[in-house]
């Protein structure tokens, strides 16, 4: 029990969060997916300073994902630098 509230203080704290997360996320195998650099940034987004620091890129994208002629280009090119090609070849 101890452990679990040591977790749940961990993941609360945002000095703590994105680094929990990136190991739980490493533990669970997303390293068959992602590169431990994708891993990371991902986890960055956890908290909100993370999410404010990468918010204009993360509007231009959403702008271009609504944008019907730019939007299967983009997800052929997210899924090709998120590793599907490990996966798909796999």
Not at 3 to 19: C, V
Not at 63 to 74: A, D, P, Q, W
């Amino acid at each position: 029990m101890v452990a679990f509230m040591n977790l749940i203080n961990e993941l609360y704290e945002p000095e703590t969060r994105s680094k929990r997360i990136a190991e739980t996320a490493t533990a669970l195998g997303a390293e068959k997916v992602l590169s431990a650099e994708k891993i990371e940034g991902v986890a960055a987004l956890s908290t909100v300073a993370g999410l404010t620091s990468k918010k204009e890129e993360l509007k231009e994208l959403l702008g271009e994902l609504y944008e019907l002629e730019t939007r299967t280009k983009m997800v052929a090119e997210c899924a090709t630098a998120l590793g599907a090609e490990k996966v798909l070849r796999a």
